[in-house]
């Protein structure tokens, strides 16, 4: 069920994000930052002017919506903007006029297999005007000529696009980047869900001692990841995840990074295969989706695996109305939310142990970690229980622990990870790293 407080503050940040106009710029987004930034403290708003240029992109003016309605024959409002925010074509140009539904159709979208949803369409980078609209409503006595057009807005060449990023330092300074969009306006699981989700995600990793540093980023789709990128320290960014849907009714999944062989894409399966027990869903990575296609650019090969709870693309209510707030929930969110701290624990704890001494075994029963008592162990009519009642009651420490005493013991020579151990040993990386922190406490490890 998840607990009732993280539910509780997950179902009210659902509710007062979900209905914010956010598209790539705009205050919809300043908004959104702002309520973000009351439980990230260390959140800073970062502004790029319109017109820079990034790469090979330029930032577009910043864009706001004063109206956008459509009136009937009767002069009936049939459509408008702030009865749901994806009704307007977002960026949007201007238009006044009265139209015959000949021309108006020209401006018009909808989905006829899907009549009662509004779809999601975007005009960035080309000037054009339009309405989203349900199908049903074309087909209604209500959708009567002539029409009655006005559309408010306004494409600021001396605004600017803003994004948030926070820096949670840690040990080391190699990054590791938590990435999610801000620039969708009022659907839930895609957009509202990851951006919560990385935030409640970047909060509890602010709160811990870590051995890498974390940054958090929450931008425009697209751009605002090329404005990131095009003034980054590259070379300090090890690895990340784009967070991005996490809160629908499906099987969770992982979305495996551009090179299925780097430690971060091998560190997120074990993470999902552990908390699912094996059951999840696996997507191959293709240059397409979200913001992965920036990071793995020939520029910067940044691995960017993610988890997802209904992936963009596979639900028949993505770009639409339906993805609304009945569409997710505050415990598939938390679910999400759960593995990715998994994700994380993991993720940190990415290391090459190195022993402080390296010729043969250490003495592993003086230091309480083996039974003074042999014989018994793998002993297949012995059972699981050692003879040695003294050492099982002390120590706590099984099979399982003395496997990975013994693999450690035979490669951490400083060129294996920890990963690598558990992958050759069989043994989970939890339990791994269990017995690392083992060999630290009774300091067989170089720092």
């Known amino acids: 069920m998840g607990n009732p407080n993280i ?11 979900f209905p914010i106009n956010r598209s790539l710029t705009g205050s919809g987004n300043l908004i959104t930052l702002k309520k973000i930034k009351e439980s990230i403290k260390n959140l800073k708003f970062k502004n790029v002017k319109s017109g820079t240029q990034v790469f090979d992109w330029i930032v577009p003016p910043e864009w706001s919506v004063q ?10 409002k049939i459509i408008d903007w702030k009865n749901n925010n994806l009704h307007l074509l977002n960026y949007s140009q201007s238009f006044q006029g009265e139209l015959s539904k000949k021309d108006l159709m020209e401006h018009i979208f909808s989905i006829p297999s899907k009549p009662d949803w509004i779809p999601y369409r975007t005009s960035y980078y080309k000037k054009q005007w339009g309405f989203c609209v349900q199908h049903n409503l074309i087909e209604s006595p209500k959708f009567s000529e002539p029409f009655q057009v006005s559309i408010k807005t306004r494409h600021d060449i001396n605004g600017s696009l803003v994004y948030g990023e926070a820096l949670k330092s840690g040990k080391s300074k190699q990054e590791i980047i938590i990435s999610t969009y801000l620039c ?26 870590t051995n ?52 971060i894409n091998e560190i997120s399966h074990m993470a999902i295969s552990d908390y699912t027990k094996g059951d999840y869903i696996t997507y191959p990575f293709i240059p397409d989706g979200s913001d992965e296609r920036q990071y793995s650019s020939p520029g910067f090969r940044i691995n960017t695996p993610s988890f997802h709870k209904c992936k963009y693309h596979e639900f028949d209510e993505y770009h639409t109305s339906a993805d609304n707030l009945n569409f997710i929930s505050a415990e598939n969110l938390n679910e999400t939310l759960e593995l990715y701290k998994k994700w994380f624990h993991y993720v940190d704890s990415y290391n090459f142990p190195t022993r402080n001494l390296m010729e043969c075994e250490y003495q592993l029963g003086k230091r309480g970690l083996f039974p003074n008592l042999g014989g018994s162990m793998y002993q297949k009519v012995a059972g699981e229980q050692f003879e040695d009642k003294n050492f099982n009651e002390i120590s706590k420490i099984g099979n399982i622990h003395m496997n990975a005493f013994n693999w450690i013991m035979h490669l951490a020579d400083g060129k294996f990870s920890n990963l690598e151990i558990s992958k050759k040993s069989g043994i989970s990386l939890e339990i791994i790293n269990e017995a690392l922190n083992i060999f630290k406490k009774e300091g067989l490890l170089l720092d």
């Not at 499906?250 to 495996?256: D, N, P, T």
């Open 184 to 209: 969708h306006p009022s659907m839930a699981n895609d957009n509202l869900s990851g951006l919560l989700t990385a935030s409640f995600l970047f909060e509890y990793i602010n709160k811990l001692e």
């Open 67 to 76: 109206e956008a309605f459509l009136l009937n024959s009767k002069g009936e």
């Open 7 to 17: 539910l509780n503050r997950i179902d009210k940040y659902l509710q007062e994000l």
């Open 212 to 263: 890498f540093s974390y940054r958090l980023l929450i931008v425009p789709e697209t751009i605002g990841t090329i404005c990131f990128l095009a003034n980054c320290k590259k070379e300090n960014i090890i690895g990340g995840t784009i967070v991005t849907n996490t809160a629908g009714p499906g099987k969770l999944s992982v979305k495996e990074s551009f090179d299925s062989n780097s430690w």
